[in-house]
Each structure stands twice: as C-alpha cells, then as structure tokens.
C-alpha cells in the first residue's frame, strides 16, 4: 500500500478561450481514493485533467504530488501517471496489438493477448484498429491499464462507447487498482458502482 502517494491541487486558475474554467481551485486525492470530477459540460472537467498531466498550463495554482511541487519535480508525477483522453487515441493504420504494442513496448504478446481477453477483443490482435467499432476502439486503449503498473490513472469519459458488460469490467479494475493503493481522478456521466466509494469533486 503507498500510503504516502497523494495529489494536491491548491489554488489553481484555469483559462481557456479568454474564459476562466475554474478559480481557486483546490482537492486532495489520496492512495486507494476514486476521484471523480464533477461539473457541467463546459466546465473544464477535461482540460482539468490535461492540466495534471501536464499537456496544459494553468494560469495560476500548484500541484503537488506525494508532496513535491510538479512545477520543478513533473518527473516524479509521469513515472505514475497513465492518462488516457476522452478520444481513444488509437493509431487508425495500426492492428489491434501494434496499438498496445507502440504505448507498452516492454509487454510480452502474451500478457497483450491476455489484456485484450479481459477487455473483449480476444481473437482481434492482427485487426486493423479503423475496421473497428467506437466502442471497440476504446477497448484497446482501456486494455492499457491491465498491462501497466503505474499508480495514478486520470481517465477521462472511460466509460464512453462501453456496453454494460464493459462498464463492470472497469469498474471491477479500477477498485483493484484502488485496493491495492493505487490513485485514480475520472469524470464521467456514469453512475458508478457503490463498491468504488467514489469521492466527488465539484468544479465550479
């Protein structure tokens, strides 16, 4: 358990279009903790997040991680963090596996093999990703948490294109990642499972 693995956010302006998304905004997101990010369409949910991941700038505001400021220590934060987008950011010309293959190169074939079992693409390695569904297309790129180890998740809409039988599957591997100290900041319009003791965060 890495009971010392957190994500402070103090402060923090954001600023898009010339508009202000968010003013003086702040949370603490711990180890073991399902963050989920709530506000209208429109409010800077996602941009939020690329802001943690560090793909934007915020206007004002710190961020710390495990206590260190990722202004000048932003390294610590992306040896832990997986971030995946609202877009399933899939190489369209690439199979199915050279999907997984390009954003975890050190995986064997058969730990891919296996990811994409869990996920419902088992028999789909050597398909080309554009002959596949939406929903398929995010499979791929959620199959990135079954072949990871890092610790902080910031997924945004994940559960976009999923069937029911999707959405479980998820939800099961988020409280497993979760239970075993792992991080994980979301937004969704999703109701999520009772079992993932969801905190909610309120972007105003």
């Known amino acids: 358990m890495h009971s010392n693995l957190d994500l402070s956010i103090s ?26 990010i709530m506000g209208e369409n429109g409010a800077g949910k996602s941009t939020l997040l690329k802001v943690i991941a560090g793909i934007l700038q915020p206007l004002e505001g710190q961020i710390f991680f495990s206590g260190e400021d990722i202004s000048y220590h932003r390294d610590m934060l992306h040896r832990e963090l997986l971030y995946l987008g609202h877009h399933a950011g899939i190489k369209a010309v690439f199979s199915v596996a ?4 390009w954003y975890c190169p050190n995986q064997t074939s058969d ?5 994409l079992d869990v996920v ?10 554009h002959q596949l569904s ?8 959620l199959a990135r948490l ?10 945004d809409e994940p559960f976009t ?14 409280k497993q990642h979760t239970d075993a100290g792992g991080l994980v900041i979301l937004t969704t319009h999703q109701a999520l499972d009772d079992a993932l003791s969801v905190k909610e965060i309120k972007l105003v």
């Open 146 to 155: 079954w072949l990871t180890d890092k610790k902080v998740w910031l997924l």
């Open 120 to 129: 419902g693409l088992a028999g789909y390695s050597d398909t080309p990703a």
């Open 11 to 36: 402060g923090l302006v954001i600023e898009r279009s010339e508009r202000i998304l968010c003013d003086n905004f702040s949370c603490v997101v711990k180890a073991g903790e399902v963050a989920r």
């Open 98 to 101: 050279e999907n997984l293959n």
């Open 161 to 174: 294109a999923l069937d029911v039988k999707g959405v479980a599957v998820l939800e099961a591997k988020i």
């Open 111 to 115: 730990a891919i093999e296996l990811a």
């Open 134 to 141: 939406a929903g398929q297309q995010r499979r791929i790129a």
